[in-house]
């Protein structure tokens, strides 16, 4: 009974030995067709295994999750977007998993996007969860950004003169990114960061310190132009309305910023008569900080704007900018443009 019973375990062994050689020697099915395969944040080499062969990349899961084992790299694989081929030997995409030889996402930030909806963009193309971003970049306050907040200091000067805790948006320049996708939400701030310091050069800089204005104090009105007017002509006689009357302590009077507030940081709240230094119709002068991140054409407009006699605006249904001078003429013009 003994001898049968090792008998029967010695050909159980050879044949789970055979089944791992087949296994290990049959990447999938042999049709070479370049795609791309996406391991998650935290994925296990289990979840690896099983997504290989849901996908069709691999024939055998337990042939993989055995190759990984055996090359003692089972909790080495990185996160990433990799171009693998089906068919491919196990080996292989251990190494390229391993390695994070993976394919850099193009990522494109259209200009008045803001960090929550960034934040989404990343998640959707798998770089990282939009909480892991937002937790990041929201609030850089020393007790909550702690190092990361100095090293930001340290590295971007022009965010010095940023208030404390106010986060990062509107630094977030719009273009379109390569970002490597086992990268971290940190490093990929950095990148965006850095990018901004190209854009924002010395002779933007210096048209700043001109006009004894801040970079946050532009970058926040450079927000307001993006959201408030499409043209560029208009944005820079925007721009001279809204510096003269934030200069002169008058209320902006704009939805832009309220509307901020109340999708992006407080979307519980649904009152217009809102408390807070975004409601541009209550408190005077600038918003509490930008509510978008403004491409260039915008941050050009808010530091070159045009003087005019106007000091009222409003956005026609068919996208025109109609001016005024005086309240009265902007109270006919709302009659005439804005009341159906």
């Not at 978008?292 to 956005?315: H, M, R, V």
């Not at 068919?318 to 709302?334: D, M, P, R, S």
């Amino acid at each position: 009974m003994g001898n049968r019973f090792i008998i029967f375990l010695a050909a159980a062994l050879v044949g789970l030995i055979f089944f791992i050689i087949v296994s290990l020697n049959i990447g999938g099915q042999n049709t070479p067709a370049e795609e791309f395969f996406v391991i998650k944040r935290g994925d296990n080499v289990l979840q690896i295994a099983s997504n290989l062969e849901r996908q069709g990349y691999i024939k055998s899961r337990f042939g993989f999750i055995w190759e990984a084992l055996i090359s003692g790299n089972f909790k080495k694989m990185k996160a990433g977007r990799y171009q693998i081929e089906k068919g491919q030997p196990y080996q292989e995409l251990i190494i390229k998993f391993t390695k994070a030889q993976s394919a850099p996402v193009s990522i494109s930030i259209a200009p008045g996007k803001t960090s929550q909806d960034i934040a989404l963009l990343f998640e959707s193309a798998h770089l990282f969860r939009k909480d892991e971003f937002l937790n990041l970049i929201l609030d850089t306050s020393k007790e909550k950004g702690g190092g990361f907040n100095d090293y930001l200091l340290k590295e971007f000067p022009f965010l010095s003169d940023r208030p404390e805790g106010l986060g990062l948006e509107g630094y977030l320049f719009p273009d379109t990114y390569l970002i490597n996708s086992s990268a971290s939400a940190q490093e990929t701030v950095e990148q965006i960061l850095s990018n901004f310091s190209i854009k924002m050069n010395q002779d933007l800089l210096s048209q700043a310190k001109k006009q004894k204005r801040a970079i946050f104090q532009v970058i926040t009105m450079a927000s307001l132009l993006e959201k408030e007017v499409n043209n560029y002509q208009d944005k820079q006689i925007v721009a001279g309305i809204l510096w003269k009357r934030a200069d002169n302590n008058l209320p902006l009077e704009l939805d832009s910023t309220l509307l901020y507030f109340l999708t992006s940081l407080h979307p519980d709240l649904m009152e217009k008569n809102v408390d807070s230094l975004y409601n541009t119709y209550k408190y005077a002068g600038l918003p509490l900080g930008p509510i978008c991140n403004p491409g260039l054409p915008s941050i050009k407009a808010a530091l070159y704007p045009q003087e005019t006699d106007y000091w009222f605006y409003l956005s026609a249904p068919n996208g025109e900018t109609i001016f005024a001078k005086t309240l009265g003429q902007h109270l006919i013009n709302k009659a005439r443009y804005l009341t159906q």
